[in-house]
Structure formats: structure tokens, C-alpha cells
């Protein structure tokens, strides 16, 4: 009551911290951050069991996952994907670069991690246009010098491209692997989500890699998953999956790189045989006719000239 009353005239941040302090639902952890709906990064982080949500967050999130039930275990599958991938970039495909966008809230093994285990000096950008994504990344960042954070928007990647840190931080000539997992289907229009790939792949040298997953929306699967889609039109974002051909098209003009773009159940790290084995402590085994459900397709391709 007496922070409601604080609030009140104060910013529209305070304000949504009285509002939701009178609706017994946390705090907002900064300045900002708006806990009155629902964000997409945040509600991955539920699909994943972290703490960054709010109570907006996840009753979204459990209406999407009463639509699609296997969402957690395609949020993991994502994970292992990114993981993977992250591994097999800097441990044998010889990447030290790495622009991440769309990175997300911290979670166990983020792609900094993976690959500075690998090698210390593997530089890592991270953007992302989430403002409680940033407030984490730079606690997290704080004392690591060779990753850093930018807020920027995808839809803008010359906006992101021309930004000093970004090409103080990575060396445009030599090779980076970037990283749009499960980003792209934030955009609406499917020509400018192509046009943004491009205009990022263009900027990258010859020898660079990009790796992608991406909803998917399968005949079978259509009704459920327009109906999990319509859940995210009140979140910050809305989400739109699209069709495997549509999916194939972000890869025209580069060389897949082991199986290729294709069903997140499919996808195998280049040189390794199909799908999670029992090493793999991202996702557990599960029954393959889950995996097979999953709306998802993922995978790498190289950047040739
Ligand atoms: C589903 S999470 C994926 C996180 C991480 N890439 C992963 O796969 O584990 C999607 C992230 O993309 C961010 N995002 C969505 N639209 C974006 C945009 N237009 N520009 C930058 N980031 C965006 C969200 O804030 C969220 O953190």
C-alpha cells in the first residue's frame, strides 16, 4: 500500500510496480521492465524452469503449453541444439567469433560459456531487444571481457551492424558464426525476416557459418499451433511459425553443413549420429514420438563467396 502510494504520479515503471505490488505479484527487478504482459524471453525461461518470469509470464506460457503439450521439451531440444552447435563451431569448425542475437535470458550453459571452455578467447556478442535480457547479460558479463551485450532490434540488423561496439568487439574479417535460434519467428513479415538474414550474411566474411531454428507449422499440427500462436498476440512479441519450405528458404545461397536444415527431431551436430544421446545432459531421452511432434526445424549452413 504505502509503495502503491509512492508510485503514484511516479514513472510508468513505478506504476507498474504498484500495480502489480497491489496484485500480490513480484516486483519488477529494475526500472523498465514491464510485468503487466507477458514477454517472450521471459516465458522461455519458464518453458525452461528458470526464474526469470513473472506471473504474467507463465499463466501465458501454461495457456500455450495446454495448446502445444511438448513445449517444454522443444524449449530443451532448442537448448541442445544451440549447445551443440556452439560446440561444434568453435571446437572444430575453428570459429572464435560468435554474434548471438535473439540470446536470451541467462541459463545453464550459455553460449559464452560453451565456447570460452573451449577456448577463453572466443569472443561473443550477444544482443537481444529485451530490456530485462540486458539487465541479466550485463550482471552476468560484468568481468568477462572478451563477451559482450547490445540492445538492438533484428528487424534493424544495419542499425546493429554500424553500432562501434559491435565492430570494436568482432573483427569483420575473419570468420563468425551467427546465431539466430529460435528468433526468426518473431518476425512477422516472411520477406523481411529473408531480407534481414541476407543483409546480416552479406556483412559476414567468406568461411562464416549460420545457424538457425525456427517454429514450425506442419499440416497436421496447424490448428494447434495457430491457437498457441494467438496466446503470444498479447505479449510483447507475436510469434509466427512458418512452413518447412518457408523455413528452407533462410539457407538459399549457402552450404548446409552436415544434415542440413531440417526437423529438430533429425538434427544430428555434423559428424555425429542422429538426435540427444545419452551424454547430452541438456535433454533427457525422451519418447521419439514427442520429438517427432515438435513444431521445429534447425540447422547450419556455411557462408561461401
Ligand atoms: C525464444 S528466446 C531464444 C533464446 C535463445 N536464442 C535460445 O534459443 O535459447 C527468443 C529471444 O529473442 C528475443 N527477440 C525477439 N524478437 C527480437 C527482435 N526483434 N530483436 C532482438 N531480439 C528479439 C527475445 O527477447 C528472446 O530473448
Redesign the pocket.
Known amino acids: 500500500m504505502a509503495q502503491s502510494d509512492a508510485a503514484k504520479g511516479g514513472s510508468p515503471a513505478a506504476e507498474d510496480a504498484a500495480r502489480a505490488a497491489e496484485q500480490g505479484e513480484e516486483r519488477p527487478p529494475a526500472p523498465g521492465i514491464d510485468i503487466t504482459r507477458p514477454?517472450?524471453?521471459r516465458m522461455?525461461d519458464y518453458y525452461l524452469g528458470g526464474k526469470h518470469n513473472y506471473a504474467v509470464d507463465r499463466e501465458a506460457a501454461e495457456q500455450a503449453l495446454k495448446l502445444v503439450p511438448q513445449g517444454r521439451i522443444g524449449a530443451r531440444m532448442?537448448?541442445w541444439f544451440?549447445i551443440e552447435t556452439v560446440r561444434w563451431l568453435v571446437r572444430e569448425a575453428g570459429i572464435r567469433q560468435i554474434l548471438?542475437?535473439?540470446?536470451?535470458?541467462p541459463?545453464q550453459q550459455n553460449v559464452h560459456e560453451v565456447a570460452q571452455a573451449i577456448d577463453p578467447n572466443a569472443k561473443v556478442v550477444y544482443?537481444?531487444?529485451?530490456p530485462l535480457?540486458r539487465v541479466h547479460a550485463e550482471a552476468l558479463l560484468a568481468t568477462n571481457p572478451n563477451t559482450i551485450f547490445l540492445t538492438?532490434?533484428?528487424?534493424d540488423p544495419n542499425d546493429l551492424l554500424n553500432r562501434p561496439e559491435i565492430r570494436s568487439h568482432l573483427d569483420f574479417s575473419q570468420p563468425i558464426a551467427l546465431?539466430l535460434?529460435?528468433?526468426l519467428h518473431?518476425?512477422e513479415d516472411t520477406q523481411q525476416a529473408y531480407d534481414v538474414v541476407k543483409v546480416l550474411c552479406d556483412a559476414l566474411p567468406s568461411g562464416s557459418y549460420l545457424a538457425i531454428?525456427h517454429g514450425l507449422i506442419e499440416e497436421g499440427q496447424k490448428e494447434a499451433t495457430q491457437q498457441a500462436s494467438a496466446v503470444y498476440r498479447r505479449a510483447n512479441?507475436g510469434v509466427y511459425p512458418r512452413t518447412r519450405e518457408e523455413i528452407l528458404g533462410f539457407f538459399t545461397g549457402l552450404t548446409p553443413v552436415g544434415c542440413g536444415l531440417v526437423h529438430i527431431s533429425e538434427w544430428t551436430p555434423p559428424g555425429r549420429p542422429a538426435g540427444p544421446t545419452a551424454g547430452d545432459n541438456v535433454v533427457s531421452l525422451g519418447d521419439p514420438a514427442v520429438l517427432r511432434s515438435l513444431p521445429g526445424m534447425c540447422g547450419i549452413a556455411r557462408i561461401d563467396r
Open positions: 514477454h517472450v524471453a522461455y532448442n537448448r544451440l548471438d542475437i535473439g540470446s536470451g535470458l541459463t544482443v537481444d531487444n529485451d535480457v538492438a532490434d533484428l528487424r546465431l535460434v529460435a528468433v518473431f518476425i531454428s512479441s
